[in-house]
């Protein structure tokens, strides 16, 4: 693949991954709660999920929604459901609630990308742009998802972390609070209007 191309896939991933998603939310979120070393289950299971969209999306999942409308709306039903679960936690999760030994889980984490309509258009959006006829479609999944895994595991730490440097700054509790229900709300949000500004709804 050629160098240019390459810098351009490292260009969009850093854009997108690092915008504000509900996975950067709730990572923010873990960290504001949990503390960044308890989170970081939670962080790899993000990553993780990260790599099973790009399995799928890989493997044709992307054209099955365009060609059956009821597994996109089941989708998009199934995401916007577990979405709302999610921040429903974060709204009510009682700041400081991991101190002692409880940590955010890997299970918990794992299942956020492949429900999240903004890591589906993300990477649809970065094979179809960025795919090469002449090379093998092995070497380009390898290529490509090794960029936004790689960068995932940055940007989503950077996420995490900022939401424990929260944790430290702020000392109120009711505070803290708002903070993550404000959290809770950006999540819910920015999915609509992914899903709004994504082919899934084509």
Same mark, same amino acid.
């Given at each position: 693949?050629?160098?240019?191309?390459?810098?351009? $896939?490292?260009?969009? +991933?850093? /854009?997108?991954?690092? &915008?504000?998603?509900? +996975?950067?939310?709730? @990572?923010?979120?873990?960290?504001?709660?949990?503390?960044?070393?308890? &989170?970081?289950?939670?962080?790899?299971?993000?990553? /993780?999920?990260?790599?099973?969209?790009?399995?799928?999306?890989?493997?044709?999942?992307?054209?099955?929604?365009?060609?059956?409308?009821?597994?996109?709306?089941?989708?998009?039903?199934?995401? +916007?459901?577990?979405?709302?679960?999610?921040?429903?936690?974060?709204?009510?999760?009682?700041?400081? /609630?991991? !101190? #002692?030994?409880?940590?955010?889980?890997?299970?918990?984490?794992?299942?956020?990308?492949?429900?999240?309509?903004?890591?589906?258009?993300? %990477?649809?959006?970065?094979?179809? !742009?960025? &795919?090469?006829?002449?090379? *093998?479609?092995?070497?380009?999944? %390898?290529?490509? !998802?090794?960029?936004? !895994? $790689?960068? #995932?595991?940055?940007?989503?730490?950077?996420?995490?972390?900022? #939401? *424990?440097? %929260?944790?430290?700054?702020?000392? &109120?509790?009711?505070? %803290?609070?708002?903070?993550?229900?404000?959290?809770?709300?950006?999540?819910? @949000?920015?999915?609509?209007?992914?899903?709004?500004? /994504?082919?899934?709804?084509?």
């Amino acid at each position: 693949m050629p160098i240019d191309t390459i810098l351009l $896939i490292i260009l969009f +991933a850093v /854009s997108m991954i690092g &915008s504000p998603g509900p +996975a950067n939310m709730a @990572l923010m979120a873990a960290g504001a709660t949990y503390g960044y070393r308890r &989170s970081i289950p939670f962080l790899l299971g993000t990553n /993780s999920g990260f790599f099973l969209v790009g399995v799928g999306v890989a493997a044709g999942l992307g054209t099955l929604f365009e060609l059956f409308p009821a597994m996109r709306i089941t989708f998009l039903i199934l995401s +916007a459901a577990y979405i709302i679960y999610l921040a429903y936690k974060i709204a009510f999760q009682a700041p400081n /609630s991991g !101190q #002692g030994n409880a940590k955010a889980g890997y299970w918990s984490g794992v299942l956020i990308h492949p429900l999240n309509p903004k890591a589906w258009a993300m %990477l649809i959006t970065a094979y179809a !742009q960025f &795919s090469t006829p002449t090379l *093998d479609p092995l070497v380009q999944f %390898l290529i490509i !998802q090794s960029i936004f !895994q $790689i960068l #995932g595991l940055i940007l989503n730490s950077m996420w995490c972390y900022g #939401g *424990d440097l %929260l944790n430290r700054l702020v000392s &109120s509790r009711t505070t %803290l609070m708002w903070i993550n229900r404000g959290l809770a709300t950006l999540m819910i @949000l920015i999915v609509g209007i992914s899903v709004w500004q /994504s082919n899934l709804l084509a």
